[in-house]
């Protein structure tokens, strides 16, 4: 361990040939089998149940009667590092976890649960709310942002909270050139002049123009965190002037939680920062140990051994749902599930074959079989309850006579789906999907991926054709949702290559448009461009199914995907 500060079959009736493929596979099987007592556990999740001895037995907190206050959580693979300006780090879930409980970003986007209610509020845009920032005024030609910052915060470390870690912040993601700097220059900051300090809680950013309408919801993403610049300068170097390597392996926020400590590649363990400004997480500890393999990680929760296990498959979550000491709940969040294609690449290089492709895709059958009713039909490339998301330019129903036709010009070709092991519900969507485009005249073989691997291929534009359920846009809006995947710089364009002058001169409209009606209007017409294109194909909208102990709740989404563990109490 690292010092504590510095870490340097049974089928029911009626189930149709799809559940039957599944079985085949052993998917089935490897579900059913998960249900057994934690004295027959094996492989990863018997090493997580042995190392788990610092850790307070779920069934003795019971006889007590008090509420559990540490929480372990069976992560869908290891934390890649903590410093969101490194690419392992910023394309792992897990290590963003970490992250968000140990950083505060200077505004916060809490989304509803509820679908009904996140769709209304999303017809008039997501405003952001104070976080370090309490307050903002901004100049009459929304040049001029001035932000109030609160007074008598302390880091982990102990570190008043000033204008200049905000200042010290911003420049390091500005210096680490990744997502931050892009989200960063998005919004117009692209020098740290433009950062001044007015006095010790007030700072102005000074903005060559007026930026995206989503300005502010940029600052509160966990990948524009706030550091305590008076901790981190101590481990600077002159060539790594703002600590980016001792970042990635230790933390220094304002946060709610402090890293305690962890194994490299395995485990972190997280602990109430005795500092923080606001109102202290009821959870008091939290360990997170890497499972790549879903099914163990689904015995950990069934045995009582896990609190909240992440990414589990539809199948499981049935089992989850039956348990007697488990639940799922799903609540809104911008998750989706698409086919990303390398539109440069035969045979996805032509909008012509994408669309047959697409007619080859057994829909129904996905959300029916593979969702288990935990899914919704998605039929547009903008999350459905943003801002002017329709499905009113949706063509592309299962029709396989005519995905025939429209591959007939590369019937046989192989192609490889790539997808991620263990993880959701990637595996049966490309059974599916392989079913389909074999029974079209492809050649369709599967691959499955570490979720690691996964990532870091993926942010290199290493995979040419794959199941995606985990990338889904941060911040939400339609803007925000182009600029990331269809204009010709969007930070996620390694997912499809995707180019088009009208998506971008549609971008650029709505960066400058403070109309919500002509937003909406332009929106509309960009699903059209997009729909005809089929840079992506969309699949389902999942929203986030969170798998946990029946006493642990507070499951909810802020602006990004994942639920924040600040959030989370046991009854």
Known sequence: MTDPQDLSDSREAGESIWEQEFDRRGLVGKAIAATVGAAFLGGPAAEALASRGAIASPSGLARSGKAKTTMYVASSGAYQGFNPDKPATIASGPSLQNVIACYDSLTDIPIPADYAAAQKLGKKGYPAVPKLAKSWTVSSDRTVYRLHLRPNVRSSRGNRFTANDVVWSLSKAMDGKFVAAFLLFLCGIAKPDQLKVVNSTTLDIHLTAAPPPYFMQILGLPWVPIFDSTEAKKHATSSDPFAQDWLNKNMAGFGPYKLQSTISGKRSVLVVNPNYWGKKPQITKITQDGIDDSGSRLQLLLTGVADYAEELTPLQLDQVARSSQAAVTNFTSTRVAFLAMNNNKPPFNTPALRQAIARAIP??????????????????????????????????????????????????????????????????????????????????????????????????????????????????????????????????????????????????????????????????????????????????YTGTNGAHAKSLSGLRSHEIGLPYWQDFHFS
């Open 363 to 540: 829909y129904n059958d996905i959300i029916k079989t593979v969702y288990r009713g935990r899914a919704k039909r998605w039929k547009t490339l903008i999350t459905p309850w943003f801002q002017g998301a329709t499905d009113q330019y949706w063509k592309y129903e299962t029709n396989l006579a005519a995905a025939r036709a429209g591959l007939a010009s590369v019937k046989g070709m192989q192609v490889t789906l790539s997808y991620v092991q263990g993880f959701g519900a990637g595996q049966q969507i490309a059974i599916l999907v392989q079913k389909g485009l074999n029974a079209a005249g492809l050649n369709c073989q599967l691959e499955g991926l570490l979720r690691a691997v996964a990532d870091q291929r993926k942010v290199q534009g290493g995979i040419d054709f794959f199941v995606d359920d985990s990338d889904s846009p941060a911040v939400p809006s339609p803007l925000y949702n182009l600029q990331l995947y269809f204009t010709s710089t969007a930070f996620q364009n390694t997912l499809s290559h995707y180019h088009n002058a009208g998506i971008d001169a549609a971008a650029k409209s709505l960066t400058k448009n403070p109309n919500l009606g002509q937003q909406t209007h332009i929106v509309n017409l960009v699903q059209k461009v997009l729909m005809r294109d089929l840079a992506f194909i969309p699949i389902a």
